[in-house]
């Protein structure tokens, strides 16, 4: 299990590669990632994340561990970034491995839908003209997390 969080932009192909490479036991890798996409009006100069360092590092190990012990997994890898970030930007990656497809396709929906709605994150959206203004949770977010939950 890796967990990252980091200030620093990430290689997404040389990570997925490099996490498959250490596998022994997996016929499916799955990976995922998040990126930085602009407001409806076009506006979004950038987006601001911030966290805990070690809160933040805890709890994502702790949601990798439940994905561990919910499906049959053989690795599991979590980025996510913080910081400024520009639009097109990665700003997470989470990349399952499993024997089996199924397992690996919903651990990793599992983990983004955590990531999406839980983790210990704060977005902040900077628009041009007027300033910044905190994400507030979705409530589609809440709603996919939900599936799990049950």
Same mark, same amino acid.
């Given at each position: 299990?890796?967990?990252?969080v ?14 498959s ?16 996409? %602009? ?8 987006m601001?994340?911030?966290?805990y ?21 053989? %690795?599991? =890898? ?36 955590? =990531?999406?709605s ?17 994400? %507030? ?6 709603e996919? =997390? ?5």
């Amino acid at each position: 299990m890796d967990i990252r969080v980091t200030a620093e932009a990430f290689d997404f192909a040389a990570e997925a590669q490099g996490f498959s490479g250490r596998l022994e036991a997996s016929g499916a890798v799955v990976t995922f990632s998040g990126i930085v996409r %602009d407001n409806a009006d076009g506006t979004l100069e950038r987006m601001e994340i911030e966290h805990y360092p070690g809160m933040t590092e805890k709890a994502l190990a702790g949601i990798a561990e439940q994905a561990c012990g919910r499906w049959a997994l053989e %690795d599991v =890898l979590v980025i996510h970034r913080h910081g400024a970030m520009r639009v097109g930007e990665t700003i997470m990656m989470v990349a399952t491995a499993s024997r089996h497809r199924k397992d690996a396709f919903e651990a990793a929906e599992f983990l983004m839908d955590y =990531l999406k709605s839980r983790a210990p994150f704060w977005k902040k959206e900077v628009t041009s003209g007027e300033g910044g203004a905190w994400v %507030d949770a979705r409530e589609v977010d809440e709603e996919a =997390l939900g599936r799990w939950l049950e």
